[in-house]
């Protein structure tokens, strides 16, 4: 079975400042792997998708993720945060047919 | 109207009401989805439908009902409900659930915020 653990519940930040959200999975079956992004009273964005080729995924917003096959991550980056990024970010893996997210991490910028 | 679309936003309802939720896809998808949101847990995926066949149910509640009529349609028909059913309902589509990577990536709705008094 296929399971995905983010390991921070929440992450504050100063705005400017680097984030880095990580995302570990686990799964016997090549996945394919996605960052969403919520903000209050919205549903879920896609921000990102690993499905083959470049381990460096870029994304909307100046976001981008790498696919780390040996150490079965797919941390989500950011080099410079800013206020409007303030929002639960969801790492998910697809071994196929249905979406398996992780239990979401909270994003909070600071001024 | 774009996207997934989801009606009510916000919905109230006692124990022994009976309600709908409103799903609608404009992306020409095939399959569709209900999650529930409750807060501190992961999304839970309720229902999935692949060309109007329900393909999975993860031991969903009978008092949830879902209905897919057509590919672009899907309904949730609620009814005696309890506390703890209050969440965020989500509704996604895809455009399949077989046929390659670029078929799994959903689309999700704003969702409804259900409370049940």
């Known amino acids: 079975a296929q399971s995905v653990t983010q390991l921070d519940s929440q992450v504050p930040v100063f705005e400017e400042a680097p984030v880095e959200l990580r995302c570990n999975y686990s799964?016997?079956?090549?996945?394919?792997l996605f960052w969403y992004v919520q903000y209050p009273n919205q549903g879920l964005q896609l921000l990102l998708k690993y499905l083959s080729g470049s381990t460096l995924v870029k994304g909307i917003n100046g976001f981008e993720a790498e696919f780390n096959k040996s150490q079965t991550s797919f941390h989500l980056r950011k080099p410079s945060v800013h206020i409007s990024d303030t929002a639960e970010y969801f790492c998910a893996v697809s071994p196929g047919g249905k979406l398996i997210f992780g239990q979401g991490t909270e994003l909070s910028v600071k001024p | 109207e774009t996207g997934v679309t989801q009606t009510p936003r916000h919905l109230v309802m006692g124990m022994t009401n009976k309600k709908s939720l409103k799903c609608e896809q404009h992306l020409g998808h095939n399959a569709m989805y209900w999650y529930k949101q409750s807060a501190k847990k992961p999304l839970e995926l309720m229902f999935v439908?692949?060309?109007?066949?329900?393909?999975e149910n993860n031991s969903v509640p009978s008092r949830f009902s879902p209905e897919c009529p057509n590919s672009s349609h899907l309904f949730l028909h609620l009814h005696t409900l309890q506390p703890e059913d209050s969440a965020l309902y989500l509704c996604?589509?895809?455009?399949?659930?077989?046929?390659?990577?670029?078929?799994?990536?959903?689309?999700f709705g704003p969702g409804t915020r259900l409370t049940v008094t």
């Open positions: 996604a589509s895809s455009q399949g659930t077989s046929g390659g990577a670029n078929f799994y990536e959903q689309y």
């Open positions: 799964s016997s079956v090549s996945v394919y």
């Open positions: 439908y692949n060309f109007k066949e329900q393909t």
